[in-house]
């Protein structure tokens, strides 16, 4: 079993849907967790970063922590096809400079 | 420079030649780091430098692979004897000293071994 486990999908949603995206994790240790946008040969970009547990919300975006059901995910309400891209979950333990990813979800906004 | 900036962008070799991958951070980002990202697959850590040592290389696959950061700048991944397995996306990415929001990652450099 992998430290991280993400749906690769692919997902594809109308303009405006709201999209559910999440990924689950074995190690106890997380303690930072990330979203990354990546457009087609490109870098990944971060989105949303979060500590511990919660909800943080940035525009139209929202990442939500479950740490006791080991369980994070992320809202894109209004979904554009500006959004259609990969997005990677990420995470990483207390000395938080070594990123464990996600296999990336694909996900295409159809206009 | 405004972004992180990876050299060259694509880079085509035969099968058992040695290659450099150039990376050049964010200036005063002290920290930089090496990822690979395989055909359908999220990034997965190489090396870690923070200053011109590298403070943790065990994400490299192999003695084939080697990194280095002479002035704490500018660094270099070197993979001697390459095998078609290599080819993958080599991704950079560099961060301020002790920042703990993520950090901004290069376009990379897509390899393929042929």
């Known amino acids: 079993q992998k430290e991280v486990e993400q749906d690769p999908g692919p997902l594809s949603v109308p303009e405006g849907a709201i999209v559910s995206l999440n990924c689950t994790y074995s190690n106890s240790a997380f303690q930072y967790f990330m979203w990354y946008r990546q457009y087609s040969r490109k870098g990944p970009e971060l989105l949303m970063y979060?500590?511990?547990?919660g909800n943080k919300e940035d525009g139209r975006f929202t990442a939500q922590v479950d740490k006791s059901s080991k369980y994070i995910s992320l809202f894109i309400r209004d979904s554009q096809p500006s959004d259609s891209a990969t997005y990677l979950c990420?995470?990483?333990?207390?000395?938080?400079?070594?990123?464990?990813f996600g296999k990336g979800t694909l996900l295409t906004v159809n206009p | 420079g405004a972004g992180v900036s990876q050299t060259p962008s694509n880079k085509v070799t035969e099968k058992g030649k040695y290659v450099e991958l150039r990376c050049d951070p964010i200036s005063g980002h002290t920290a930089l780091y090496w990822y690979r990202q395989s055909l359908g697959q999220g990034p997965e850590f190489l090396i870690y430098?923070?200053?011109?040592?590298?403070?943790?290389d065990s994400g490299l696959p192999n003695d084939r692979f080697f990194a280095v950061r002479p002035e704490g700048s500018v660094s270099t991944l070197k993979i001697q004897r390459t095998e078609r397995g290599d080819s993958a996306v080599y991704l950079c990415a560099s961060s301020r000293p002790g920042a703990r929001d993520g950090y901004t990652f290069g376009s990379g450099t897509r390899l393929t071994v042929v």
């Open positions: 990420a995470m990483s333990g207390g000395s938080n400079y070594k990123l464990t």
């Open positions: 430098f923070q200053g011109t040592g590298a403070a943790d």
């Open positions: 979060t500590y511990s547990s």
